[in-house]
């Protein structure tokens, strides 16, 4: 594609469309997996280890990050006049980290039916985000492709 095609946007534009698409995506691949491998389970009664559900509750969404920034990184590179990798990456992750700041303070927020919390484990969740926007700005710096004009300088 020529670079007269690329739509010309500020970084942090491009880091919003960015972070909307890996929402989505990540959005939608959680809907199909969970329709296919909670709801088939429990309906083929299939006896899963506990540790196969640990595994898989780690795993999953380090996968889903990858695939998430990998996908909705190749189309913002293919679309978009991209200059400055790190200030779109730095970006996609402040919006990463504002999404994940509220989901963080709904779990403090959520209490059962006698008022006591329900989420216990704070410290796991907040370990969890850290690893995984760590991943997520590291991911976004590898995946996101300059423009080719870009590239020899």
Do not use: C
């Not at 963080?104 to 209490?111: H, N």
């Not at 969740?125 to 710096?141: E, R």
């Amino acid at each position: 594609m020529n670079m007269q095609s690329k739509k010309p946007l500020k970084d942090w534009e491009i880091a919003g469309i960015y972070f909307l698409l890996y929402t989505l995506i990540t959005v939608l691949i959680s809907a199909v997996y969970t329709l296919i491998v909670v709801y088939g389970v429990s309906n083929l009664r299939l006896n899963v280890p506990p540790l196969i559900g640990r595994i898989d509750s780690i795993l999953f969404p380090l996968i889903l990050i990858w695939v998430g920034t990998k996908l909705s990184s190749s189309y913002v590179s293919k679309k978009f006049n991209i200059q400055n990798i790190n200030s779109i990456a730095k970006s996609a992750t402040g919006y990463y980290i504002a999404l994940d700041l509220v989901f963080l303070i709904r779990d403090l927020l959520i209490t059962d039916i006698n008022g006591i919390p329900i989420v216990r484990n704070y410290s796991l969740n907040i370990v969890t985000s850290l690893i995984s926007i760590g991943l997520f700005y590291f991911l976004s710096l590898k995946n996101i492709k300059r423009s080719a004009h870009n590239q020899k300088s």
